[in-house]
C-alpha cells in the first residue's frame, strides 16, 4: 500500500527504556513460547523476555483457532519419528490437561501412527488441541523456566542501529503499551512475529522480500456447534463422495464419534447445490464478498459433548470450518482490513449454509476468530534460501537443527512426511546481526525461482515453526554464553545442546 495523502515528520522524545534483557522474543506463539524457553533451558544465566501484543499467549492457536498441532508430522503414517523436541513436550503439556483429542493421547502412549487393529490408521494433520488448554500450557511452561512476559505490548520499531560487529544490529525495540511508548534493549532478539517485522525495520527490502503473487491465502477458521453426530455420519456414508474422509471406514467413525475422537469431512457439493435450490442468495452475497470462491464443506470437529434424553446418549459435536479465504496482500492493512471485515460476514452466512447438511438442521455459531490468519507475509533474507528441491528431495544439511515434513506438501504421502533437514543458516539474517528468525517466517526461495512458493508452504506447519524457534533459542543462548554473534554460532555445539533438548537431527531409517 503506497502512501496516498503526503507525509508527516514524527517529531524526537524521549523514550523511556522498560527493560534491558539478554534475550528479547517477539511474539508469544507457541513458537515464541518455544524459543524464550529453550533459550532459559540452554543458558539459566540469561535473562529472557516474550513482547506479547495480546493478552494471552498462544498467538494464531488461540486467535485463528489453529489449534491443530498435526503430530503426524512428528511420527508419520509409517511410524517413522520426524521430531520431538519442545514441540512433543507443549503437545504432551496441553493433553494432560483432559480436554483434547484422545488420538493425541494415543500417539503419546506408543499407539501409532499406523494405529494397530483399525481399519484406518492414518494419523490426520487435523486433531484439535483444547484451545484453553494451550493458553495455559503455554503460560506454565514460561513460568517453569524463568521467562518473562510482557503482555498488550506491540513490537512497533528496532532501536537505533550500531555496527560494533560489522554487520547494523538493532540492540532492541521500540513497543506501544497501554501506558505509551517504551523501548526495550537486548542483546540477542528472536523474531517469531511471524512477519519478519524486525528485519523490515532494519534493513526494508535489502533484507526482506514481500512476495509479488498472493499464492497462499488469509482465511480464518470458525467453530459451529450443537450439531447431531450420529445423523450426521448416516448423511457421510449415504452420500459417499468426498475429496477427504476421516476415518475411511464408517464403523471406525462411528467409534470415533463414540470415543470423542475427531472426524473430518471435506466435499459435500451436492449440499451445496441443495443450498443454492433454496436459497441462492446465500452464495450469491457470499461471492459478492471477494472471497475465493466456495466450493466445498471443510469438516472437523474439535469437541464433542455427550448428552442423555431419556436414557439415550446423544452426541453433540462442535465443528471447525474453513473460513472464507482472501488472496490479497496480507502486508496491505486496508486489505487485511477488507479481508477481517467480509470474513466475518461470509462466516456467518456459511453458518447457514451449514443447516443443510445432515444433522446440522439446529446448529449455530460458537466461535469466530479475533484475527484472521496469514500464510504469507514477508519472506527474510537469510544466509541460506530452502528450496523447493531441498523440501520435496529430503535435503540433507550439515548445520541440521531438526527435520520439517512438509505440512501440506507432504500430506498423504507417506513418502514425503519422510522429511528433510531444516539448515541452521535459514535463521541467520544475511546482513543483520543481534538477530535471528523463529516461527513461520525463515529463508526460503521466493517466488522468482518458484512461483509456487512450496518452501514456504512446506514451513508454515506449527510442527516446523517450533522446531526452529527452539533452535533459534538454543543458539541465541549460546551467543550470550560466549559474546558472539548468531552468524557465528558453532554448530557442533549448537547440535550438541539441541540433542540434549531432544530433537530430531537425524533422518528415520
Known sequence: ????????????????????????????????????????????NASVLIVEQNGYLGGQSVSGLVVHYEFREHTNNKGQVIAKGIGKEIIERVVSKGHSDPLFQEWLDGKGPPFKNVPDGRAHGDIPLDVNDIKLALLELCEETGVEILLHAKA????????????????????????????????????????????????????????????????????????????????????KSFQVLYPNDEKQMRDHVHQGKTIITRGWTRTLDEVYDHEPELIDTYDELGTIPQIYFWLKTVKTTRVDCDGKMKYIGTFAIEGPQFRDSQVDPLAVTRAEINQLKGVHLQARMHRYLPGWENARLDRTVSRIGFRQTRIPRGIYKLTKDDVIGHGRFDDVIGRGSGHDIGRGNPEAEFGYDIPYRILVPEAIDGLLFGARCVSVEDETTDDMLTALNAHRGISTSMIVSQAAGVAAALCIKTGIEPRQVNIGLLQEELRKQDVILDPPS
Open 156 to 239: 512497533v520499531a528496532a532501536l537505533p542501529l550500531e555496527e560494533s560487529s560489522g554487520f547494523p544490529a538493532s540492540r532492541g525495540v521500540f513497543v506501544e503499551t497501554i501506558n505509551g511508548r517504551f523501548a526495550i534493549k537486548a542483546r540477542v532478539i528472536i523474531d517469531c512475529s511471524a512477519n519478519a517485522d524486525v528485519a523490515w525495520w532494519v534493513g526494508g527490502p535489502d533484507a526482506v522480500h514481500v512476495p509479488g503473487v498472493n499464492v497462499m491465502s488469509m482465511q480464518a477458521y470458525a467453530w459451529i456447534e450443537n450439531v447431531d453426530l450420529e445423523a450426521f455420519v448416516d448423511g457421510v456414508w449415504k452420500q
Open 1 to 44: 500500500m503506497a502512501p496516498s495523502h503526503g507525509v508527516i515528520m514524527e517529531p524526537e522524545k524521549e523514550i523511556p527504556v522498560l527493560r534491558e534483557v539478554d534475550i528479547l522474543v517477539i511474539g508469544g506463539s507457541q513458537s515464541g513460547v518455544a524459543a524464550a524457553a529453550c533459550a532459559r533451558r540452554a543458558n539459566k
